[in-house]
Structures are given as C-alpha cells and as structure tokens.
C-alpha cells in the first residue's frame, strides 16, 4: 500500500538523519549532534515498536513465522539496544556503526515489507531508492569540492602573506584556521552521506538484478574516495595535523575523486 511505503520510507529517512549525526558526534563529541541523533533514532523505534504492537495484536502472537518478520523483529531489537547504549553509555564509535549497520538491515526489510504487501510498489521504491543514491552521492561531491576551494584559499592566503602582498585580496578571505576549519567541517558531513549513498547503491543494484559486482570499477573507486576522506578524517582528529600537510592531503583526496567521478565511471559496467 501507497501509505505503508510512506512510513517505511519516512523511517529510512529518519534513520540516514540518524546515521549522519552519530557521525558528528563521533568526531566532534558533540552533545547537540548526540542528542539530535537519539531523538531521530528515537522516533524510529516508536513506529516501529506501534507497528509491532500492532501486528502482535491482530496475530495473537509474536511475529517471527516469516524470514521477513524475523528481520523487522531483528531490526527493532538493534533500535531497541541502540537507545539502550546511549542512554548508559558513552561510546560515539559503536552508536556510528550499530547505526550504518540497523539502516542497512532496514533498507532490505522495507524492500521485502513492500514486496509482500504491495509488489507493485516496488519499482517505485527502487526508483526513489536510486534517486537518493545519486542525490547524495552529488550533495557530498559539491561538499567535497567546496572543502578542496577553502584548501585552494588557504594555500593562496599563505602564499600572500608569506611574501606581504595583497591586502586588499586578504581582507576577502578568512584567516588561514578558518579556512582550514571550515574545509574540515565540509568534510564531516559529506563522508556520511556518501556512506549512505553508496549502502543504498549496493542495496539497489542487487535487488534490481542489475549486472552488479564488487569489482567494478566504479564501486571500487567510490569506496576507495570514502576510503581516502575517512583517512583525512583520521589525520586530522587522531593524529592533530594542522595547516599546510592535512589541507595537501584534501586537495589529493579531491583529485581522486575526479579520476572516480570522470575515468571510473566511463568504465564502469553498469554506471553510465
């Protein structure tokens, strides 16, 4: 039914929301992320839990006879120990992860909820499915490239200010930490949402029986560009580099990801 794929997509929805602010709060350690992330994920598990009443309601009975009861049952129990974890404890890296992997098991219990209810539905939903696929994966590429001209700036500030030229030029820009902080916060939330874009890429090229393997080009360069953003992430967090070496290491993660966005998908078998 039209209504029933509405609330399972709202709840996608909610859950990638979910997703890309335990991640804030992953790197940052930020409350406000925190909190926002466990509201969201909090409103999940409250539909979920009504739907689950709901069913046990009419059935007498736990719904566990299907494979797909058995994951709705399993997703909520992940939800449900998520909340659980927070509200106890402080582990930012295990609400991340807990969190790709519940939206992962999500995607493929409302394909087979609508699958079974609706099938009609389905190439609908594997329609939105793509298009947020490829949504994503643009918003984090602007994001990405947005943060590569604050790593340009920056380089072009230092420049000028190492040899006492254009003042005019430099009352323009930040100084050269903010536009070291600000190419990093870009970053911060470009890598999720490509995480997500490429989770729902995999999902949507299995289910629709598209000519799909772990050694296309384009799926590789893709987890290879997150691979590179995510080191950035970890050189500039763990290990506290600053300035001129993070901000080259940027500039070479955004020429990959040209080579990804323009050789790799040429190549590819199935992204044209």
């Not at 927070?86 to 394909?111: A, D, K, P, Y």
């Not at 590179?228 to 300035?243: C, D, E, K, P």
């Not at 500039?251 to 044209?272: D, K, R, V």
Request: net charge positive; charged share 10%; with cysteine.
């Amino acid at each position: 039914m039209l209504e029933e794929r509405i609330l399972h997509e709202g709840m996608l929805l909610l859950y990638g929301l979910t997703v890309i602010f335990y991640f804030i709060d992953f790197l940052y350690h930020n409350q406000k992320a925190n909190r926002i992330a466990f509201w969201l994920l909090a409103m999940v598990w409250v539909i979920q839990t009504i739907f689950l009443l709901t069913e046990i309601w009419h059935s007498a009975s736990l719904p566990i006879q299907s494979f797909n009861d058995g994951l709705y049952i399993y997703t909520w129990i992940i939800i449900t120990f998520s909340l659980v974890v927070h509200l106890f404890f402080r582990q930012e890296f295990f609400m991340f992860f807990i969190s790709v992997f519940g939206f992962f098991v999500m995607i493929i219990h409302t394909l087979q909820s609508i699958k079974l209810s609706d099938s009609t539905q389905i190439p609908v939903m594997l329609n939105e499915m793509l298009f947020a696929h490829i949504v994503l994966a643009l918003i984090s590429y602007g994001l990405f490239t947005i943060s590569f001209i604050f790593a340009c700036l920056y380089f072009m500030q230092y420049q000028l200010l190492k040899k006492k030229k254009g003042y005019k030029w430099l009352r323009r820009f930040q100084d050269l930490e903010g536009l070291e902080k600000r190419a990093f916060q870009l970053i911060v939330l470009a890598e999720p949402m490509l995480l997500l874009s490429i989770i729902l890429g995999v999902v949507w090229a299995y289910m629709t029986g598209t000519e799909f393997y772990w050694g296309d080009s384009k799926t590789i360069g893709s987890i290879f560009v997150f691979s590179v953003y995510a080191f950035y992430l970890f050189m500039r967090i763990q290990q506290q580099f600053r300035g001129k070496l993070i901000l080259t290491w940027n500039i070479i993660a955004f020429l990959i990801l040209l080579i990804n966005f323009f050789l790799f998908n040429s190549l590819s078998n199935f992204h044209m």
